[in-house]
């Protein structure tokens, strides 16, 4: 079949327009609102919150802290590391969350040790400008509750700053912190907030301004 010549130019498809950084970032802002709009669709958040309690009850008793993770950020966050102060990861942590999507974890006390659930994890996504961003989440669950209650805390910074971050610094203001916490840096946001309980929910959610 003869080509046609009567027309010229390469043909703009959504590949190319995704390509523009003004265009891609204006969908990456769509993608991010309608995430945040739909947390609870489908029931979604309720299966999340499901997985978690099922994790709780297969591991048993003692201070534990059911995390949940809402990505409205309009891409994949990924995640990059972890680190605990006290306790441990019950299973794994989600390596993927997609735009739109709830992750669930659990974090435990060491077995057979007076001590509680404290740690953090690091997801890595893009701010409103396409640049790799790493949003830092953390929780403190301590053992003796009766002189300190339970904490969270936040930070974003650009990809990479947590591979070289000061643990001891974050851990004074996750202790610091109270049971909510706002973090925002270069069009990123997390809101993370936690329950008062020796078994508390954990919730953060990561979203664009």
């Given amino acids: 079949m003869a080509l046609a010549t009567d027309v010229f130019g390469e043909p703009v498809t959504e590949n190319v327009v995704m390509g523009i ?15 945040r709009r739909w947390k ?3 029931d979604k958040y309720e299966k999340a ?6 994790l709780k009850s297969q591991w048993g008793t003692g201070v534990s802290t059911l995390c949940l993770v809402y990505n409205a950020t309009g891409e994949p966050l990924t995640f990059v590391t972890s680190h605990d102060w006290f306790g441990h990861i ?12 709830w992750g669930g974890f659990l974090h435990v006390k060491t077995a057979g040790a007076a ?49 070289r971050v ?8 996750l202790e610091g912190a109270t049971s909510q916490h706002y973090a925002a ?6 809101y993370v907030k936690t329950e008062s309980d020796t078994s508390p929910l954990y919730e953060a959610v990561l979203s664009l301004e």
């Fill in 185 to 190: 840096w270069e069009g990123c946001i997390a």
């Fill in 90 to 101: 019950y299973q794994t942590y989600p390596r993927v969350i997609a735009n739109g999507q």
């Fill in 49 to 54: 919150l499901g997985y978690v309690k099922a």
């Fill in 166 to 173: 000061d643990w001891g610094a974050i851990a004074k203001c």
């Fill in 115 to 163: 001590s509680g659930s404290e740690a953090a994890v690091v997801y890595r996504g893009k701010n409103k400008d396409g640049r790799a961003t790493d949003w830092l989440l953390a929780w403190d669950n301590p053992w003796r509750r009766i002189d300190l209650d339970n904490q969270a805390y936040a930070e974003i910074h650009a990809a990479g700053y947590f591979e």
């Fill in 21 to 35: 950084p003004e265009y891609a970032n204006r969908a990456r802002q769509i993608r991010a609102d309608v995430a």
């Fill in 40 to 42: 609870e669709r489908d």
